[in-house]
């Protein structure tokens, strides 16, 4: 039976032997280091001064690398369709609208109204659980953009995603951890919807021209019930269980990339794209202005000091990852991603085995 690595164990080598890794893996058989269950992308690397080695993730440059067989560059070049995938935070906004404006020079069209249209109807795509909205994006234009940009609200567009997605298709998944992801919602719902003038949420909210100040139980109510971009989108819905095997089960052409990278990104996709757009777009979720009106005693803080002081209190006290599964992987896979120089990682079903 084919047996699975397990990394907790590794054979030490001696320097009269020809460097070979024997793995323990989960069935007793010991495998050497050119196969490993079957896992050809691990390189292994000696710790300085020591006599045991480690298994090193697949980790890509983002641009070509003699010293590197394979690269996100590479792969961007020479992939037929690319879907760029993020949760809510994770520079959707800045990639989509980058994607929006490099398909319109890609595939410029003389009426305006009908392009507009054409890329309303792609917004979110991937998320929207409506077959005729596919069919519309099908039969709209005659030629179909090769780069598609959604944000991903749950674990089922993901899934769909990954098992219809072609062999010449790429993934390329935006990752933010948690309760940073978690911080920066925070911060945009109240500052772009609670603090809305005319879109009171509460009848205590006093909102000017400088500043709004929001009671803090109207805060913790609105986060309890992951209002808007607090749940929707985050990362334990995403990276499922589900997700995990799914991978495994389907074997997408994927890669995971953290999301400070995307202007990195967007300027390889310029590149084989759109030439013409050379500054990538960014947003700016900064949120000034904002104050917390204590519970306790009424004191009026600034909302970076409150998130300073609460956050990380916030998901355990109101329970925010009640539905949460398998975060243990997820956790072994941010580490992975995280150990990256350029934090640019390939994803696959024998990686996936490594973090359960």
């Given at each position: 039976s084919q047996c699975k690595p397990s990394f907790g164990t590794i054979g030490l080598l001696t320097t009269s032997f020809l460097a070979v890794i024997f793995l323990s893996?989960?069935?007793?058989?010991?495998?050497?280091?050119?196969?490993?269950?079957?896992?050809?992308?691990?390189?292994?690397?000696?710790?300085?001064?020591?006599?045991?080695?480690?298994?090193?993730?697949?980790?890509?440059?983002?641009?070509?690398?003699e010293n590197q067989n394979k690269s996100l560059e590479a792969l961007i070049k020479s992939s037929k369709v690319i879907f760029l995938t993020m949760p809510s935070k994770a520079s959707g906004s800045s990639l989509k609208?980058?994607?929006?404006?490099?398909?319109?020079?890609?595939?410029?069209?003389?009426?305006?109204?009908?392009?507009q249209q054409y890329y309303v109807a792609v917004d979110n795509i991937i998320s929207v659980d409506k077959p005729e909205k596919k069919m519309e994006f099908l039969t709209k234009t005659f030629d179909l953009p090769p780069?598609?940009?959604?944000?991903?609200?749950?674990?089922?567009p993901f899934m769909s995603l990954m098992q219809h997605a072609t062999r010449s298709a790429l993934i390329i998944q935006f990752h933010r951890e948690e309760t940073d992801r978690l911080r920066s919602a925070i911060r945009h719902v109240l500052s772009k919807r609670a603090c809305v003038p005319g879109q009171k949420i509460d009848k205590d909210t006093i909102i000017n021209a400088t500043c709004c100040i929001l009671n803090e139980s109207v805060v913790l109510n609105?986060?309890?019930?992951?209002?808007?971009?607090?749940?929707?989108?985050?990362?334990?819905?995403?990276?499922?269980c589900r997700t995990f095997?799914?991978?495994?089960?389907?074997?997408?052409?994927?890669?995971?990339?953290?999301?400070r990278q995307s202007g990195e990104v967007q300027k390889l996709l310029a590149k084989y794209h759109c030439p013409g757009l050379?500054?990538?777009?960014?947003?700016?979720?900064?949120?000034?202005?904002?104050?917390i009106r204590l519970q306790h005693d009424e004191v009026t803080v600034d909302l970076e000091d409150w998130l300073d002081r609460k956050m990380e209190h916030i998901e355990w006290s109101l329970q925010l990852?009640?539905?949460?599964?398998?975060?243990?992987?997820?956790?072994?896979?941010?580490?992975?991603?995280?150990?990256?120089?350029?934090?640019?990682?390939?994803?696959?079903?024998?990686?996936?085995?490594?973090?359960?």
């Open positions: 893996c989960a069935c007793g058989v010991e495998v050497s280091m050119a196969k490993i269950c079957g896992v050809k992308e691990f390189k292994a690397i000696k710790l300085k001064g020591e006599e045991s080695f480690i298994v090193q993730p697949p980790c890509l440059s983002i641009r070509n690398n609208q980058f994607t929006r404006q490099c398909m319109e020079q890609k595939f410029s069209q003389p009426n305006l109204s009908l392009k780069i598609i940009a959604s944000h991903i609200y749950s674990d089922v609105l986060i309890k019930s992951k209002f808007t971009e607090i749940g929707v989108g985050s990362i334990p819905r995403i990276f499922s095997q799914a991978i495994k089960d389907n074997e997408p052409n994927m890669i995971l990339v953290q999301y050379v500054n990538p777009i960014k947003k700016n979720e900064a949120a000034s202005g904002v104050w990852k009640r539905e949460a599964g398998c975060q243990a992987t997820t956790r072994h896979m941010e580490d992975d991603l995280f150990s990256c120089t350029e934090q640019v990682l390939e994803v696959s079903p024998q990686l996936v085995e490594t973090w359960q």
